[in-house]
């Protein structure tokens, strides 16, 4: 019983051997050394495409972040000043101030 398990054992780590030398030896073949390449250029279009991604994501989530903080109309001066609210369109007369010689 005890040679029947060697035996086992020896055929087993045989196969594995037999296995990893052909893998070896067809990793540096011609045809070998091309699916390498092939895989390293795959490997670096997806990663190229995936930066790509991570970065347009962060690009939308850092301009709703920075739209969030700057929302609402701003005003430029100082109080009692000529105040001009900035709107989408750029800015315009606070229409709360009455300018002299002009009629509302």
């Known amino acids: 019983m005890r040679g029947a398990i060697w035996f ?3 055929a087993g ?3 594995y051997a037999v296995v990893k030398g052909r893998r070896a030896a067809e990793a540096f073949t011609a045809d070998g050394l091309r699916d390498r390449a092939q895989a390293l250029g795959v490997g ?3 990663f190229r495409d995936e930066l790509a991604t ?3 994501e ?3 989530e850092l301009r709703e972040w920075i739209e969030a903080r700057t ?3 701003k005003q ?3 109080a009692g000043a000529e105040q001009q609210t900035l709107g989408l369109t750029g800015p315009t007369e606070d229409p709360r101030q009455n300018t002299e010689g002009s009629t509302p």
């Open 71 to 73: 929302a609402g109309p």
């Open 76 to 78: 430029i001066g100082a």
């Open 8 to 10: 086992v054992v020896g």
């Open 44 to 46: 670096a279009r997806i």
């Open 58 to 60: 962060k690009e939308l």
């Open 13 to 15: 780590a045989g196969v």
């Open 54 to 56: 991570g970065k347009a």
